[in-house]
């Protein structure tokens, strides 16, 4: 894509990210991806759906696990092609349906997760998507979802609000994570079970972190793109800044569920 065709002022710092080369854009990185899959603990007898797949780092990392089938949801058709890109074998494929609703069959899943994006919804559609998957899963289902949160769990409701803002206008999204507390008690609403809960630094820009994510090479990558793009720059820095100011509020955490048989 012509860097120069991109809207670096507006668009969400996701796809900012990745249009610099940034491939893990998950909260807590790989290490809570690796967490979150070792808790579904997926197999060839599983049916996995995942919302929101993206850039497709997890779907290849559970596509080794060798599921019996696999079907990613995405938005719109070029975000559905892209991940058809790097899916292969039978049974593997990517609808275009949002996550709210997504035509699948009731009880068609037996593993559903989604990261880095229930943050992104009002709470109206954090309560449609999470009881879609609910919907979808079977008697003994897991869902795992990987997001931000804000920490701790009794934190002022205006400290809150502040964190909210700056966020949604540093990435222009409208974040809203929640606490680990609040998270838990979403799903349980809907009728979950909570089998598993874990915690990390929201370190996504720090440099740590990134060569953990991405490599050295990736990482220099990254860095070059940035500093011939001063648009990009700007804003880079600037959802960095935030981060940063917030980082003693700030966590990734991964929740596994299940629906109780």
Not at 12 to 20: D, F, I, K, T, V
Not at 129 to 153: N, Q, V
Not at 206 to 220: A, K, N, S, W
Not at 227 to 233: S, T, V, Y
Request: aromatic share 4%.
């Amino acid at each position: 894509m012509n860097s120069k065709s991109l809207d670096y002022e507006k668009m969400p710092g996701h796809w900012l990210l990745a249009s610099l080369g940034k491939k893990v854009l998950r909260p807590g990185g790989l290490e809570m991806t690796r967490h979150m899959l070792g808790s579904l603990n997926v197999n060839e007898r599983d049916v996995v759906v995942e919302f929101a797949p993206g850039l497709g780092v997890t779907a290849q990392m559970t596509l080794r696990h060798n599921p019996g089938e696999y079907i990613g949801i995405e938005q719109d058709e070029a975000a559905a092609s892209s991940v058809r890109q790097y899916l292969w074998g039978e049974r593997r494929s990517c609808i275009v349906a949002s996550a709210e609703h997504t035509g699948l069959p009731d009880g068609s899943a037996s593993i559903i997760y989604g990261e880095a994006m229930l943050t992104m919804q009002a709470p109206v559609q954090k309560q449609r998507i999470i009881s879609e998957a609910k919907r979808l899963l079977r008697p003994g289902g897991k869902y795992a979802i990987h997001e931000m949160c804000l920490f701790p769990d009794d934190l002022d409701a205006k400290k809150k609000e502040g964190i909210q803002k700056d966020l949604s206008q540093s990435i222009r999204v409208n974040a809203r994570p929640l606490t680990v507390s609040e998270w838990k008690q979403l799903l349980e609403e809907h009728g979950f079970r909570i089998t598993n809960v874990k915690t990390a630094p929201m370190h996504l820009l720090r440099p740590r972190r990134m060569i953990q994510d991405e490599g050295l090479g990736g990482v220099l990558r990254i860095v070059s793109n940035v500093i011939r793009n001063p648009r990009a720059r700007k804003r880079v820095l600037g959802m960095r800044r935030q981060f940063l100011k917030h980082g003693r509020y700030l966590q990734a955490v991964t929740l596994t569920a299940e629906i109780p048989e």
